[in-house]
């Protein structure tokens, strides 16, 4: 199933637009072929919700304001293994109510996009204010060892071709991958231009062969670990279940099954980060200093260290667009080059422990952390850079 809910002009159409990174994730996820969406408003998510409410049903597609952020969850699941392209978006609580059904989402692996537009927390928290403390809920907001991906954009246009790797990676790799904004890109409104679906690589899931139907195992071990996916409905014999099970999908209470399956979630993943970890930096070879950020943040960071080299301060800048899983083996790299890494984020430091743990000691790695609702601004980066480079 590829772009089924897209007009023949919107399939070769050259439109530039004015949008917010909400409304980019639409844009984005009906070129990638998005055909289904459960979830309903909530700040500051509201205008994805609302914009493929506008727009799903008007090309063919599906959209359901659900009754909680469990039952979307579970929803979307539903519908990818149907056979649809399947996105949800939420915020704040909602994803800690998701995070149960995303779980069972990675344990049936049912490829799907889960948007998060991250504000201040906990609880309700500042519904309108930017953060980025939904790091480590990404990674392990639902119970057990498990594998995920969650990728961060900075930009509208990021948003766009983000959206679209989500899609893409979530088919290839049949799991539930993570966008995670925060609330500076989602309202954030900048000029952008939405590809064709003819310009972008569109990926759709791995399928069984018609003539398979009569010996089909639906969790089958594979040489790269990710079992063809039939729809259901399709005539080929499927169960899926949230408890470990062997290749028949069916749960047998033995603990060989859950170690097996457990280390092809993870293999399918972990065999591929070459592929999975997006990663763009700017640097001249000369760095002392490096400021490694993501989301909203790296904007700031960029101009601070563009500022600082002006100043001839040796600093450069690293911006993750995949946050999950961590960029480990490059952090390890740059920090047997550089004398200082700056982890500047819209929470009490998160993401921070992740390049300690990879820098080992071979650099000295040090916060910038907002956690009231407000930016870091570039000159607070700049300040520190110069404070650090004494």
Not at 162 to 176: C, H, Q, V
Request: proline share 6%.
């Amino acid at each position: 199933m590829t772009n089924k809910i897209l007009s023949e002009q919107d399939k070769t159409s050259d439109r530039v637009m004015l949008l917010q990174g909400d409304e980019a994730v639409v844009e984005g996820g009906l070129v990638a072929g998005a055909s289904f969406f459960a979830g309903y408003p909530i700040t500051p998510a509201s205008e994805i919700a609302e914009g493929f409410a506008q727009k799903l049903p008007a090309q063919g597609g599906k959209f359901i304001q659900m009754e909680d952020e469990i039952a979307s969850m579970g929803c979307v699941i539903g519908a990818s293994l149907a056979g649809e392209k399947a996105i949800t978006a939420t915020s704040g609580p909602g994803f800690s109510l998701k995070q149960e059904n995303l779980g069972l989402g990675i344990m049936v692996e049912a490829p799907c996009v889960v948007v998060n537009v991250q504000r201040v927390g906990p609880s309700t928290g500042l519904p309108t204010s930017p953060s980025q403390g939904d790091v480590m809920q990404a990674r392990w907001g639902t119970h057990g060892d498990h594998p995920i991906i969650a990728l961060s954009p900075s930009t509208v246009k990021e948003t766009i071709e983000l959206t679209i790797k989500s899609f893409n990676m979530a088919e290839k790799y049949r799991i539930p991958v993570i966008l995670l904004l925060d609330e500076i890109v989602g309202h954030m409104r900048e000029k952008v231009r939405v590809p064709a679906p003819a310009e972008v690589e569109l990926i759709t899931r791995k399928r069984p062969a018609a003539e398979d139907r009569d010996n089909f195992y639906p969790y089958l071990e594979t040489a790269d670990h990710i079992p063809p996916m039939p729809d259901y409905g399709e005539g080929f014999r499927y169960h899926s279940t949230g408890l470990f099970h062997d290749k028949t999908g069916f749960p047998r209470g033995k603990t060989e099954d859950a170690k097996k399956l457990m280390d092809r979630l993870m293999a399918k993943i972990e065999e591929n980060l070459q592929d999975i970890i997006i990663i763009e930096d700017e640097l001249q070879g000369d760095e002392e200093i490096i400021v490694l950020s993501y989301g909203s943040t790296a904007r700031s960071a960029i101009s601070a260290v563009r500022q600082a080299r002006e100043l001839g301060i040796k600093a450069g800048w690293v911006k993750l667009k995949t946050v999950w899983p961590f960029a480990e083996s490059y952090v390890a790299e740059i920090s047997n080059k550089v004398e200082k890494i700056i982890v500047p984020e819209l929470n009490r430091g998160q993401l921070i422990g992740e390049v300690k743990k990879a820098a080992a000691g071979n650099a000295e790695v040090s916060g910038i952390n907002k956690y009231d609702g407000t930016i870091i601004p570039p000159d607070e980066i700049l300040t520190r850079i110069k404070e650090v480079s004494k």
